[in-house]
């Protein structure tokens, strides 16, 4: 099961009203269209992602509908306007790319676009760079390996990578920016070659502009090793099944401003945090086969890390 059907299941009947997409891709995109929606609107921060999503859209968008580049940096974009279904689907890891350093902001950010009786949908990416790839199974290994070495290149070309977040510090930001959270599950996930390959090309890509040739080769020569490393393990064991995404259902708070705002019941974060706590269990109700997981195959997301996105940012069009 997707990680878009999960979230198709968390919200049950209810309408799908207006959709924000606020970290809009191709894949995103894809799904928002298979919905209901009685309108939505899409932003990107960046006008070659408009432009891949806008083909997937192709003819289907209706009057109503929208794809804005902007960045959440600025406080006109889409003031006023409220949604009663905001979808955040790995837009939390790419915030340092486009808003550095802002990523306690965000949520509070989208609090003003939800309506009262809204969704946030937020999925997200646990941090799987920083681990110690000697500390780590085969996969885990391999997998941590192939992140750490892609943003060796970006940081070479003079990029700025993604970030990502735990699932514990992400609950943390929702409830202090005025949400209630509903549900929160992790998803195992199995890399294929479609990630590998996604994250090397781009590799190979940016170190033409690292100005050292002898030190880009060096890299060149590491990336098709580790590329033919991965290929053979995932040829042996169907995939490389390390990490987890994470899928986050939330509503707004209704208490008074400045009061706490705290998630409760089974499914609440207090619940959570403790299941967390205990080392190789997973989340109520994750439906994912721990020991399958979700095929990953997209990587194509990472590849609109470009040039700094930041300084284009400011002058966003
Ligand atoms: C990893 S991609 C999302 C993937 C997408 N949902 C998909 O279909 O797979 C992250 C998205 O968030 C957007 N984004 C990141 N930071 C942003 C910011 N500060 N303002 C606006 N958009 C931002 C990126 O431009 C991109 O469209």
């Not at 409830?175 to 090309?201: K, M, N, S, Y």
Request: hydrophobic share 40%; glycine share 10%.
């Amino acid at each position: 099961m997707s990680l878009y059907h999960r979230i198709a299941e968390l919200q049950g009947d209810r309408p799908w009203g207006a959709m924000l997409d606020a970290g809009t891709g191709r894949n995103s995109m894809r799904w928002l269209l298979s919905l209901p929606t009685e309108r939505w609107t899409a932003v990107t921060g960046s006008a070659s992602m408009a432009r891949r999503t806008d083909t997937e859209i192709g003819t289907r968008s209706r009057q109503a509908d929208r794809l804005v580049v902007g960045n959440w940096l600025d406080p006109a974009l889409l003031l006023g306007e409220r949604y009663d279904t905001v979808l955040a689907d790995y837009l939390l890891g790419a915030i340092e790319g486009f808003a550095p350093y802002w990523q306690d902001q965000l949520f509070a950010r989208l609090r003003e676009l939800v309506a009262a009786d809204g969704r946030l949908y937020v999925v997200g990416l646990a941090p799987y760079v920083p681990q110690l790839p000697d500390t780590l199974d085969a996969a885990g290994s391999l997998v941590t390996r192939i992140g750490r070495l892609r943003d060796a290149c970006l940081l070479l070309a003079g990029d700025r990578p993604y970030r990502e977040f735990p699932l514990d510090w992400t609950l943390r930001q929702i409830e202090r920016a005025g949400f209630r959270v509903l549900h929160a599950e992790q998803v195992p996930i199995r890399f294929g070659t479609r990630f590998v390959d996604g994250q090397l090309d781009m590799c190979i890509r940016v170190l033409e502009r690292v100005a050292d040739r002898q030190l880009a080769a060096a890299l060149h020569t590491h990336v098709d090793t580790l590329r033919m490393e991965a290929h053979l393990r995932i040829a042996e064991d169907g995939g490389l099944r390390t990490g987890h995404d994470y899928v986050i259902a939330a509503e707004p708070c209704l208490t008074s401003a400045g009061s706490a705002c705290v998630s409760t019941g089974v499914e609440g974060t207090e619940a959570i945090r403790n299941f967390l706590m205990l080392p190789e269990r997973r989340l109520p109700d994750a439906k994912a086969d721990a020991s399958d997981g979700q095929l990953r195959q997209h990587g194509g997301w990472f590849g609109e890390a470009g040039r700094s996105p930041v300084p284009a940012a400011a002058g966003m069009p």
